[in-house]
């Protein structure tokens, strides 16, 4: 019997950590942006009062902003320069609730492959001034393609070829958020680069 209420108990621990999650899209075209989200779950009855994550110094942050969560807790959201050490606080007695507390946007570089982007170093406060653990959420990957790779599948081929055609025809949305978008230039390029040449979109 004890082992159980041993184990009722450790359960309602671990459902109740506060997480810190980051997630963002699964790809992003070589040298362009995209917007990441912080999200906060786990924090009811903790009367969590402000946080702290850093990110990658090796990567491209923007100033954050408040997200949802914040602005109802009246918290501001700042980074140090870079965008890496990251503080959410305010000046009042207003405890969070779960939702997104913050999105940063990321300049994805040009060396195409999978890039990781930890949080690390998080830290809470309750309202009163106690420490609150905060445990990372799943580590938020995403795949640098070339803007001439159409669907961000990974590799070039016949397939981005057709879908760029199609959306160029109107027959389905376009997903280019490079430029010159879903035109012409930009299917000869992806055609050109299928075929092995330098992909001119860069």
Not at 10 to 33: D, E, F, M, N
Not at 48 to 62: D, E, I, K, R, V
Not at 80 to 96: H, T
Not at 192 to 198: D, F, K, L
Request: neutral net charge.
């Amino acid at each position: 019997m004890k082992r159980i209420v041993i184990f009722l108990a450790l359960a309602r621990i671990l459902a109740a950590q506060v997480t810190l999650t980051l997630t963002g899209p699964p790809a992003i075209y070589a040298g362009q942006t995209a917007v990441l989200t912080i999200s906060l779950s786990g924090s009811a009855g903790q009367n969590l009062a402000s946080m702290q994550w850093t990110l990658p110094a090796s990567l491209n942050f923007s100033a954050p902003s408040a997200g949802l969560a914040s602005l109802l807790a009246s918290k501001a959201v700042s980074c140090n320069q870079g965008a890496c050490s990251c503080v959410a606080s305010g000046v009042n007695s207003y405890a969070y609730a779960d939702g997104t507390v913050a999105t940063i946007v990321l300049t994805a570089g040009t060396t195409l492959g999978t890039v990781s982007v930890p949080l690390s170093g998080l830290l809470g406060a309750s309202t009163t001034a106690t420490a609150v653990a905060i445990a990372s959420g799943p580590t938020y990957s995403f795949l640098t393609v070339s803007p001439c790779d159409y669907n961000q599948d990974g590799s070039v081929n016949y397939v981005d070829v057709l879908a760029l055609i199609n959306a160029i025809q109107g027959n389905v949305a376009c997903l280019a958020t490079f430029t010159p978008g879903c035109s012409m230039n930009s299917l000869k390029a992806v055609a050109t680069y299928a075929r092995g040449s330098p992909c001119t979109l860069l």
